[in-house]
């Protein structure tokens, strides 16, 4: 473990000081690779996928998994956007003259050895890959083991890219001890590793969050709600409450919770019922939705769960307050919705809602790095520090003071 995290630190400044053009260059081959490679990686994942559905993953854990030609083409298309991105390394963020007539600059440079430790799809590997590579980072990267041939057939197309281009394959690479304990020990190598960022399940963001000593941004679970207000489009509403729940079920943004205003809820509520029967959605309700409509009796665990399927909770609320102290008490932080047409309602809605991403008649599915124009993203960040929300190439920058003098020294 040592010995490859020692070899990944020494890559750093071979990435870090590649010009533009060069970095661009690799990624356009990097994607190439990968659509002349498709048949090469949709055979690793059929091992997979093999695996998974011997072992009984849910139906939404084997579409996140699965790789196709058109997903691989997709992956690809992926890191010719993240080419095609302007240029994060280099930014001048701020500059000024001070009173001893030094320039002074602060600019953007890379954190250094990136570690990612992430679960199940394993488009993530040549994402987060290609923005570290982008953004002049060493990626180390710990898929689950759920996607161990895709993961380590994908690291080693980019590697092979790497060395044809004279670049170590350890600017993007795969841990190679991709155990719990070897997980154990790669958070205690900060001498190495400069960032770690976790993406998966609650258990892991807390182990990693509690054991690491190397810088840790969260991508915690998403807990998702989506608020109807008295003041809705009633066609607004279901379209957006179907979409947030039902376009893919299995994914962070997806809604967990819908939150109805009583005003509305007789009326409302059973169209909403119709709405999700068609897309086969399990509902569970509390104990006022069930006088308008039957369904389960969802209970305070279900109100803190991420279902990562199709099941919903539906919770009824007297007013905005009400729907913003729920969110307050269940949510994560990740992404939550209103839908109304009241502007003032709305306003306070998105100013009193403490989350990375905050919407107001849209889904909580648009929260993801290439809809935000970042090409890709490393995850959804529910730190409130250094990078939050979608976290794509600009947060994996940190800055340095550059600073001008001419012969001046401290009086």
Known sequence: MESFLKDAKNSAHKVATLTPKDKNRILNDMADALVLNTKRIITQNQKDLDFAKSNGLSSAMLDRLLLDEKRVNSMANSLREIASLKEPVGRVLEGWINEDNLRIEKVSVPIGVVAVIYESRPNVTSDVGALCFKSGNVAILKGGKEAEYSNKIIATILGEVLEA???????????PDSSREGVAKLIKMDKYVDLVVPRGGEE??????????????????GLCHTYIHSDADYKKAIDISINAKCHRPGVCNAMETLIIDKKIASDI???LA???GVQGTLLKGDSEVNEIVKMELATEADFDTEYLANTLNIKMVDSVDDAI???RRFGSAHSEAIVTENYSVAEYFLNQVDAACV???????FTDGGVFGFGAEVGISTNKLHARGPMGI??????KYKIYGDGQIRA
């Open 394 to 399: 600009n947060e994996l920058t940190t800055y």
């Open 359 to 365: 919407y107001v008649n849209a889904s909580t599915r």
């Open 204 to 221: 892991l963001i807390k182990y990693i969050s509690a054991n690491s000593t190397i810088p840790v941004v969260k991508h915690d679970k």
């Open 274 to 276: 119709e709405a999700f």
């Open 269 to 271: 509520l059973p169209k």
């Open 165 to 175: 281009n004279n670049l170590p394959k350890e600017i993007i690479s795969l841990l």
């Open 325 to 327: 102290a729920h969110i």
